[in-house]
């Protein structure tokens, strides 16, 4: 079992009990009925067993065994013993003037970290739902040339347990969890609509490439008796890790988005690396197969405006070539700037220009609105503070 040892807490982390062994928060169901065997609960209970325990962890938000008033007081002890409900720590939390807020997580150190690995989580609050974009990897190894994230070294994929625990923890932070009360400082959803409605695996590293804890987490994310978000509003982004693409409709149902970004092979060669391994062809060709796509289930297409590089009317209409035949959607992202970026944002008449060509043809084409940009959480901005520190450390000793 894959478990997160019980972290230190900070000073900004909610008060939790006092920890005790490894946290059951992120846990799958086989994850808990291990657990439960473990410490000697007999066969016959353990399905009634995980399903109460399910209940307390994701959809109660229960941060202590003490709560879990129909599980009996020995077994809430046993639990206790051996066990906790620890989040992991949420070292810095920054609110943007939008109401985005970025958390930078730090999981428990795992096998040989002398430090707790850290992740960007990004919560994005709009009138109608809630998104939260969570990070799949610790850094990312695909090195695309105008992502900020891509220039941090460190790297390491995040367990399932991690993965559902920003979840949990962001759900926390937004007082989403029954008894729990909205920040005051917060814009939120209206009334009504979930604060946590959409999750995006949009942050920090390439979730293809952390496959199977991608898709277990999709199924605790999922699961009707938990957290219960819908499988629809639930997206995995790609850089297009192509012979994972089929096995992610068919194994974890989840919604697809490809971060295309060019619309032809030399240039996305450049902007994204991953290219010249699965070039356009045969990553358009594993989206027209993506199962279980259809009109009312498009998958999105990613595309940064990048000022001069990318975003000409003829770039426009070849990519409504390209797209021909597949259910999609057009995101169209401004490019977001971060320190040393070697690009320019597009000129917003040139953004119009390039979304009119993509709409009259008939595509939806959101501009999406950057969020969160004065605190860095917007798109590709991302990068964790370990990183950030040891590039000053870097500086300093130059
Ligand atoms: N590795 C996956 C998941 C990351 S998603 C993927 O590539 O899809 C993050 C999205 O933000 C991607 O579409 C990425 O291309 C985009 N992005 C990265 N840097 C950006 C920037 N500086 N401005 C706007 N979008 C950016």
Request: proline fraction near 6%; glycine fraction near 8%.
């Amino acid at each position: 079992m894959d478990l997160i040892a019980a972290p230190a807490l900070s000073t900004l982390a909610p008060p939790l009990q006092a920890a005790g062994g490894p946290s059951l928060v992120g846990a799958t169901r086989a994850d808990l009925a291990e657990a439960l065997t473990g410490i000697g609960v007999p066969a016959r209970e353990i399905r009634m067993r995980t399903a109460q325990l399910w209940h307390w962890i994701y959809f109660r938000g229960a941060t202590s065994f003490d709560e879990m008033a129909n599980v009996s007081k020995y077994l809430r002890a046993k639990l206790a013993e051996h066990f906790s409900l620890a989040r992991p720590e949420v070292a810095a939390e920054q609110i943007s003037a939008d109401g985005t807020r970025k958390w930078l997580i730090r999981f428990a150190p795992r096998d040989g970290e002398a430090k707790g690995a850290e992740v960007e989580c990004v919560y994005i609050p709009e009138s109608d739902r809630g998104t939260l974009c969570v990070s799949s990897q610790v850094g990312c190894t695909l090195t695309c040339s105008f992502c900020h994230t891509g220039t941090q070294h460190l790297v390491r994929n995040l367990t399932t347990q991690e993965i559902v625990a920003q979840a949990v923890v962001a759900r926390d932070r937004i007082g989403d969890f029954p008894g729990l009360k909205a920040p005051e400082n917060g814009l939120l959803p209206a009334e009504g609509s979930r604060f946590v409605s959409n999750i995006v695996f949009m942050g920090m590293g390439e979730p293809l490439y952390n496959f199977d804890h991608v898709r277990d987490a999709v199924s605790v994310l999922a699961d009707g008796e938990g957290l219960s978000l819908s499988k629809r509003r639930i997206t995995v982004s790609t850089a297009g890790v192509v012979p994972q693409i089929g096995p992610l409709g068919s194994e974890a149902g989840a919604m697809l988005a490809i971060s295309l970004h060019a619309v032809r092979d030399e240039l996305r060669d450049t902007l994204v690396p991953l290219n010249r391994k699965y070039p356009l062809k045969v990553l358009l060709d594993a989206c027209k197969n993506y199962p279980g796509a259809s009109n009312a289930r498009r998958i999105t297409f990613e595309y940064v405006m990048l000022k001069g590089i990318n975003d000409s009317p003829a770039e426009a209409r070849e990519l409504v070539r390209l797209l021909k035949g597949i259910p999609a959607k057009i995101n169209l992202i401004p490019f977001n700037p971060w320190p040393g970026a070697p690009y320019e944002c597009s000129d917003w008449e040139r953004i119009e220009k390039f979304s009119d060509i993509v709409f009259n043809a008939g595509y939806a084409s959101p501009v999406r609105t950057p969020r969160g940009r004065d605190i860095l959480a917007a798109c590709g901005q991302l990068k964790s503070e370990t990183e950030k520190l040891r590039a000053r450390a870097r500086l300093a000793s130059d």
